[in-house]
Each structure stands twice: as structure tokens, then as C-alpha cells.
């Protein structure tokens, strides 16, 4: 059985190392366009590799992908973080958690996660072929128990093949392969970013965070898009968790936006209005004699509050036994509600995914082949999944990866 994979990347690699562990003798050649296989492995978590999160419950890990979610579970019941982990575990790769739940190799080098798997498909006899870029793949059998396909290469060079996986991530010849092949691909645009937002609150506090704050896109759509978590003030806007969260949820709406939509705030989730009034009055009544610049009633970095304050029209000399009650309401809304226009988005480290790409429905999750064209598979970024940061990304290849490696060769 002649078997060719399509993209050397994370999904490529674990699904040419599962095909052979699963059938010894079929004959599984990894064609990759670049001379530098696994390359995002290489850059991704800032050179360290985020290879997945600590997250082995299926029901709570799909809760992580904006789109995918409701396809990964069977597959994340079969092939999971736990799986993944004790793969490179036995491959010689320990992992180690961070205390978000991050998982990287204990190395701190994403080199060592590369080596790993390039020795691994060196070993199982996988033939990966590097600057070997696709250019064309033609289906020549429709009969489904015996497909057939011609792969063109870009010096020219055709071959045949009996099952093809396309694992080109977000490639757009990775799309148009598919959509000659006969599947929709949902429109793509970007997902994990951050936002860009020019507004005095945020001037001169780049690098000041919250422990937890909770943001609201106001859209016009149905869904509500709100997400909490830590967030970080940048010199263009606001990044941090929240917000990258925030970016993969509302990734199209967005995207229709032109990345320009209102953003609330709620600095102090947990609290509604009234007790945040009420924790300021009392404040108030304990420390007439103080400047309300001087110190936060509520917990918030005190450079934040000391914007805050001033927004709200009080002065570097203001006590608090002068401030009237419309002033405070103002203070409580800038706390509990304060409204930020988005203007454009930012990149998070380089870091990015693609919302969109093959039409979910059109693929069967348990074995990750084409419902359209038989012998046709799919794994990793080209589908139409992606997940927050986190490892989520690397977990939806490596699982979509070795389901379609074992699959493929039965
Ligand atoms: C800077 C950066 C950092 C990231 N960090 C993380 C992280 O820490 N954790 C995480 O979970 N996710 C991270 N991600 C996302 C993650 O890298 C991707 O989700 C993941 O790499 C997708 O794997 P893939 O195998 O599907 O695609 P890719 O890794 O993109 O691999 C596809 C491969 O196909 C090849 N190819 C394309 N077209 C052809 C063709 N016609 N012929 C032959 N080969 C072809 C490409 O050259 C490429 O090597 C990061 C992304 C970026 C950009």
C-alpha cells in the first residue's frame, strides 16, 4: 500500500509515524515543500514548543476550540494529551507543566520536540521528502475500494499513490487541493491576535496587567462573545489572555468588523455595580482626609486606578470628602463597564491560526477520510479547527494526525 502524506508539519509527522506503527508494510512517503520540516514546531512557544496542555478530561479540551470542538471530542477520546505525552515520554521527550496548564518539553527547546519526531519517522521507515513541493493532486479512481491518485510535483516528477493526506496547514495550496477535490472550504481569516486600541486610559501603561478582568465584544450578532482572564496593557492596546481568548471567538465576527468594534471592560468580575459602589463609599467614609489619586479602594493596579480617576475628573489634589456621588458613578462604570474602541489587530508573538479552512461536515472524524473522495484524509491546521492559545493548536494536529496515519493504512 503506497501511502503519501502532504506537509511535513506536527500534523504530517505524527501521521506518517502512527501509519507505520500501525502497518509495517505500507510504503509512506511525507513530501514537504520547504528543506526545513516541522518548522512551526521550531518558532512556536517562543523557541520552546507548546506541545499541548494538561487537559485530559475530552469534555472540557473541546471547550478550547472556537470551531472544532464538537468533531474533536470522539477523536479526543481516542488520542488525547495523555496519548501524546506518553508518546514523547516514550520516545525519550519528557514534558513538564507550566502553572496555566501549558505543556512544554523540560528541555525548553522546541529543537528537542523537532529531533524527536525526525528521528522517529527516520526509524519507522517513513520516506520524507524535503523541497518537495505539491502542485497537483488528481484523483484517478473513484471506486472506494480501490482509490487511486497521481501527485505532481513542482520539478515535474508524477507519482501514484493507493491514500493521500492532506496536512499542508494553512497553505492555500493545501485548500486548492482540496477544493479540486471536491470539498467546501469555509473562508479563512486570522484568529489569536491582539487589539489595537488608542485611547488616553492606556497611555504610558504598557506592561501593567490585571489578575482578571472579563471583556464583551458589543457586536450586533447573537452570540455573546465574552471572555475572562488575565490582561496585559500594550504599547498599541491590550493583549494577555482575555483578549487572545476574546480574538479566537469572535475571530470572524472581527473579521466583518474590519477589526473596528466597541470592547467593555469589567475590571473587577464578581462584583456588580452597587457592591462596587458600596466598597468605594466606605472607602470614602474611612479616609475623607486622603487624595483619591494616592491608593485604589478596590483591588487594581494603582497606576490603572490613578488613570481612572483622572478620566473621571478628579484631581491630583482631590480628597476623598469631596468627591460628589456622580463622580464615583463615574468611577464605578469605568471599573465595572468602561467601553474601549477597537481599531485594528495586533500579533501575538508571531503567534496565529486560521479560522477556517475544509468544511468539517465533510469528513468523518473517525478515521479523518473524506466523505467525498475515498482515500482522500485530512489532519491538522487545514481543517476548519482551531484552538485557543495554550497547546490547543498542537493537540488538534497530533490528534487529527495519528487517527488519519492509523486509519489510512488498514
Ligand atoms: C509563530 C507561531 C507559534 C505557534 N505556537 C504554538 C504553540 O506554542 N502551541 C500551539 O498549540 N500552537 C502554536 N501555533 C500554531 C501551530 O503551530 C499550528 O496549529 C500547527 O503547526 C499546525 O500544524 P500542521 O501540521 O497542521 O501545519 P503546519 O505546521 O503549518 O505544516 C504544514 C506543512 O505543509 C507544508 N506544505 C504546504 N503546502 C505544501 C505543498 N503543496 N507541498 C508540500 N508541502 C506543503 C508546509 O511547508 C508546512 O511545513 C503557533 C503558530 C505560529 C505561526
Given at each position: 500500500?503506497?501511502?503519501?502524506?502532504i506537509?511535513?508539519?506536527?500534523?504530517?509527522?505524527?501521521?506518517?509515524?502512527?501509519?507505520?506503527?500501525k502497518?509495517?508494510?505500507?510504503?509512506?512517503?511525507?513530501?514537504?515543500?520547504?528543506?526545513?520540516?516541522?518548522?512551526?514546531?521550531?518558532?512556536?512557544?517562543?523557541?520552546?514548543?507548546?506541545?499541548?496542555?494538561?487537559?485530559?478530561?475530552?469534555?472540557?479540551?473541546v471547550?478550547?476550540?472556537?470551531?472544532?470542538?464538537?468533531?474533536l471530542?470522539?477523536?479526543?477520546?481516542r488520542?488525547?494529551?495523555?496519548?501524546i505525552?506518553?508518546?514523547?515520554?516514550?520516545h525519550?521527550?519528557?514534558l513538564?507543566?507550566?502553572?496555566?496548564?501549558?505543556?512544554?518539553?523540560?528541555?525548553?527547546?522546541?529543537?528537542?520536540?523537532v529531533?524527536?519526531?525526525?528521528?522517529?519517522a527516520?526509524e519507522?521507515?517513513?520516506?520524507?521528502?524535503?523541497?518537495a513541493?505539491?502542485?497537483?493532486i488528481?484523483?484517478?479512481?473513484?471506486?472506494?475500494?480501490?482509490?487511486e491518485?497521481?501527485?505532481?510535483?513542482?520539478?515535474?516528477a508524477?507519482?501514484?499513490?493507493?491514500r493521500?493526506?492532506?496536512?499542508?496547514?494553512n497553505?492555500?495550496?493545501?485548500?486548492?487541493?482540496?477544493a479540486?477535490?471536491?470539498?467546501?472550504?469555509?473562508?479563512?481569516?486570522?484568529?489569536?491576535?491582539t487589539?489595537?486600541?488608542?485611547?488616553?486610559?492606556?497611555?504610558?501603561?504598557?506592561?501593567?496587567?490585571?489578575?482578571?478582568?472579563?471583556?464583551?465584544?458589543?457586536?450586533?450578532?447573537?452570540?455573546?462573545?465574552?471572555?475572562?482572564?488575565?490582561?496585559?496593557?500594550?504599547?498599541?492596546?491590550?493583549?494577555g489572555?482575555?483578549?487572545?481568548?476574546?480574538?479566537?471567538?469572535?475571530a470572524?465576527?472581527?473579521?466583518?468588523?474590519?477589526?473596528?468594534?466597541?470592547?467593555?471592560i469589567?475590571?473587577?468580575?464578581?462584583?456588580?455595580?452597587?457592591?462596587?459602589?458600596?466598597?468605594?463609599?466606605?472607602?470614602?467614609?474611612?479616609?475623607?482626609?486622603?487624595?483619591?489619586?494616592s491608593?485604589?479602594?478596590?483591588?487594581?493596579?494603582?497606576?490603572?486606578?490613578?488613570?481612572?480617576?483622572g478620566?473621571?475628573?478628579?484631581?491630583?489634589?482631590?480628597?476623598?470628602?469631596?468627591?460628589?456621588?456622580?463622580?464615583?458613578?463615574?468611577?464605578?462604570?469605568?471599573?465595572?463597564?468602561?467601553?474601549?474602541?477597537i481599531?485594528?489587530?495586533?500579533?501575538?508573538?508571531?503567534?496565529?491560526?486560521?479560522?477556517?479552512?475544509?468544511?468539517?461536515?465533510?469528513?468523518?472524524?473517525?478515521?479523518?477520510?473524506?466523505?467525498r473522495?475515498?482515500?482522500?484524509?485530512?489532519?491538522?491546521?487545514?481543517?476548519?479547527?482551531?484552538?485557543?492559545?495554550?497547546g490547543?493548536?498542537?493537540?488538534?494536529?497530533?490528534?487529527?494526525?495519528?487517527?488519519?496515519?492509523?486509519?489510512?493504512?488498514e
Open positions: 500500500m503506497k501511502i503519501a502524506i506537509g511535513g508539519g506536527a500534523a504530517g509527522f505524527i501521521a506518517g509515524i502512527s501509519a507505520a506503527a502497518n509495517s508494510r505500507a510504503r509512506i512517503t511525507l513530501f514537504e515543500a520547504t528543506r526545513k520540516p516541522l518548522d512551526k514546531v521550531r518558532i512556536s512557544g517562543g523557541g520552546r514548543c507548546n506541545v499541548t496542555h494538561n487537559c485530559f478530561d475530552p469534555l472540557e479540551l471547550k478550547n476550540y472556537p470551531r472544532g470542538a464538537k468533531e471530542l470522539g477523536p479526543f477520546s488520542f488525547q494529551p495523555r496519548e505525552i506518553a508518546w514523547f515520554e516514550a525519550g521527550v519528557l513538564k507543566t507550566e502553572s496555566d496548564g501549558r505543556m512544554f518539553p523540560v528541555t525548553d527547546k522546541s529543537e528537542t520536540v529531533n524527536c519526531l525526525l528521528d522517529a527516520r519507522s521507515g517513513v520516506e520524507v521528502r524535503l523541497g513541493r505539491v502542485k497537483n488528481e484523483s484517478c479512481s473513484e471506486n472506494s475500494k480501490s482509490p491518485f497521481e501527485i505532481k510535483l513542482s520539478d515535474g508524477r507519482q501514484k499513490f493507493d493521500v493526506l492532506l496536512a499542508t496547514g497553505s492555500p495550496q493545501g485548500y486548492r487541493f482540496s479540486a477535490l471536491k470539498h467546501e472550504i469555509v473562508s479563512c481569516v486570522p484568529s489569536l491576535f487589539f489595537k486600541i488608542n485611547d488616553a486610559r492606556l497611555k504610558g501603561l504598557a506592561g501593567v496587567s490585571f489578575e482578571n478582568a472579563t471583556l464583551t465584544l458589543e457586536n450586533s450578532s447573537k452570540r455573546k462573545l465574552e471572555q475572562s482572564g488575565p490582561l496585559l496593557i500594550t504599547h498599541w492596546g491590550l493583549s489572555p482575555a483578549a487572545l481568548k476574546l480574538s479566537a471567538w469572535g470572524r465576527e472581527l473579521h466583518e468588523y474590519n477589526y473596528h468594534c466597541k470592547l467593555k469589567n475590571f473587577l468580575p464578581g462584583y456588580n455595580s452597587n457592591q462596587i459602589y458600596s466598597a468605594i463609599a466606605e472607602y470614602k467614609m474611612q479616609n475623607g482626609r486622603k487624595r483619591i489619586h491608593a485604589s479602594p478596590v483591588v487594581l493596579p494603582r497606576r490603572y486606578w490613578g488613570q481612572i480617576a478620566v473621571s475628573g478628579v484631581s491630583e489634589t482631590d480628597t476623598w470628602s469631596g468627591i460628589s456621588r456622580a463622580t464615583m458613578n463615574k468611577i464605578v462604570s469605568e471599573l465595572s463597564g468602561a467601553v474601549f474602541m481599531c485594528g489587530k495586533g500579533i501575538f508573538k508571531e503567534e496565529f491560526v486560521t479560522c477556517g479552512g475544509v468544511k468539517l461536515s465533510e469528513v468523518d472524524f473517525k478515521t479523518m477520510q473524506s466523505k473522495c475515498p482515500g482522500l484524509y485530512f489532519a491538522g491546521e487545514l481543517l476548519d479547527i482551531d484552538g485557543v492559545t495554550g490547543f493548536n498542537f493537540q488538534s494536529a497530533w490528534t487529527t494526525g495519528w487517527i488519519a496515519g492509523e486509519r489510512m493504512v
